[in-house]
DNA sequence: AGACAAACCTGTCTGC
DNA sequence: TGCAGACAGGTTTGTC
């Protein structure tokens, strides 16, 4: 589900909590990423305390707590969701954790498949916590430029689009934005990533840009589970020009290629074979 | 290094 | 209608 656009889509609609205090906070039991415990005793210590901000690196939320040396730390993973909820509001299937606010309102981790991550990191020493420690540029907040892009992809061999889904290189882009970008730049996904000359990276950094700025805008893309944190789905799916649309016409003006699903490194990979020629 | 498969889970859709 | 199988926005781990 959720890639850069549709976390810090999360993140904005969350604005509602901040200043709200904790007053409870609950866990099902259930085991999150990778069947690894969640730390509940960590997560209770923002007992007492109100939201005070939300921040974001990458696909993951930092979420902290006035005057308290920790955060939480959550991951969506593919099904997860994060939800403020009004007082009385009906159960959720799938919720594991919850915070509930002095206001009567709760904010809800719920996560079907449970690929999804809540921790714990210490102020301060958030990129020593394992799971933020080697995320590389946000394109969002640090900012993508060409030359850093082209820095990354030397010395690199896989394909392009494989390269773009590591999360230690550039933070954020997942399956969908992906292709999407690689299909502004018109750069074909099974290129090497050590070809892309300093021009080509420029069109390509300034494509994932413009792709994820235009994506956070309309909400973010909701394929069908994704919603905000109010419960909004995100409007994106019909400004997608590759992803999903195997064997319909390329949209780009003066192409009319068809587009082509293949699977790379065992995810599908969507573009165009006739303009997405570098 | 990198290519692959499997693993963690549930829900939904497709085809027979 | 029912059921098996494929597939899904992610990440880690192990093998070759």
Same mark, same amino acid.
């Given at each position: 589900m959720p890639e850069l656009p549709e976390v810090e889509t999360v993140r904005r609609t969350?604005?509602?909590?901040?200043?709200a205090t904790v007053t409870k906070v609950w866990h099902s039991g259930f085991p999150l990423h990778l069947n690894r415990p969640v730390d509940i005793r960590g997560l209770r210590?923002? !007992? *007492?305390?109100p939201f005070a901000r939300i921040d974001r690196i990458g696909k993951f939320l930092l979420v902290y707590f006035d005057d308290r040396p920790e955060l939480a730390v959550v991951h969506l993973g593919m099904s997860g969701r994060l939800r403020v909820f009004e007082p009385g509001a009906g159960e959720v299937p799938h919720t594991h954790v919850v915070w509930s606010l002095g206001d009567g309102r709760q904010v809800r981790y719920s996560d079907p498949r449970r690929f999804g991550f809540v921790g714990v990191a210490r102020v301060g020493a958030e990129r020593e916590h394992p799971s933020l420690?080697?995320?590389?540029?946000?394109?969002?907040?640090?900012g993508l430029s060409g030359a850093a892009l082209h820095e990354l992809t030397r010395g690199s061999r896989q394909p392009l689009k494989v390269f773009l889904l590591d999360q230690r290189k550039? !933070? *954020?882009?997942?399956n969908i934005y992906a292709a999407e970008a690689l299909w502004l730049a018109r750069?074909?996904?099974?290129?090497?990533?050590?070809?892309?000359s300093a021009r080509r990276a420029a069109a390509l950094a300034a494509a994932i840009g413009s792709v994820l700025d235009h994506a956070i805008t309309r909400g973010g893309t909701s394929l069908r589970d994704f919603v905000n944190a109010t419960g909004n789905p995100g409007d994106y799916r019909k400004h997608?020009?590759?992803?999903?649309?195997?064997?319909?016409?390329?949209?780009r003006r003066g192409c009319a290629g068809a587009i082509r699903r293949i699977v790379s490194q065992g995810r599908a990979t969507f573009y165009c074979p006739r303009c997405q020629q570098y």
């Amino acid at each position: 589900m959720p890639e850069l656009p549709e976390v810090e889509t999360v993140r904005r609609t969350l604005a509602p909590v901040v200043g709200a205090t904790v007053t409870k906070v609950w866990h099902s039991g259930f085991p999150l990423h990778l069947n690894r415990p969640v730390d509940i005793r960590g997560l209770r210590r923002a !007992a *007492g305390a109100p939201f005070a901000r939300i921040d974001r690196i990458g696909k993951f939320l930092l979420v902290y707590f006035d005057d308290r040396p920790e955060l939480a730390v959550v991951h969506l993973g593919m099904s997860g969701r994060l939800r403020v909820f009004e007082p009385g509001a009906g159960e959720v299937p799938h919720t594991h954790v919850v915070w509930s606010l002095g206001d009567g309102r709760q904010v809800r981790y719920s996560d079907p498949r449970r690929f999804g991550f809540v921790g714990v990191a210490r102020v301060g020493a958030e990129r020593e916590h394992p799971s933020l420690a080697d995320l590389g540029i946000d394109p969002l907040t640090d900012g993508l430029s060409g030359a850093a892009l082209h820095e990354l992809t030397r010395g690199s061999r896989q394909p392009l689009k494989v390269f773009l889904l590591d999360q230690r290189k550039v !933070a *954020g882009i997942g399956n969908i934005y992906a292709a999407e970008a690689l299909w502004l730049a018109r750069i074909r996904p099974t290129v090497r990533a050590h070809r892309l000359s300093a021009r080509r990276a420029a069109a390509l950094a300034a494509a994932i840009g413009s792709v994820l700025d235009h994506a956070i805008t309309r909400g973010g893309t909701s394929l069908r589970d994704f919603v905000n944190a109010t419960g909004n789905p995100g409007d994106y799916r019909k400004h997608l020009r590759v992803y999903d649309r195997e064997g319909q016409p390329c949209p780009r003006r003066g192409c009319a290629g068809a587009i082509r699903r293949i699977v790379s490194q065992g995810r599908a990979t969507f573009y165009c074979p006739r303009c997405q020629q570098y």
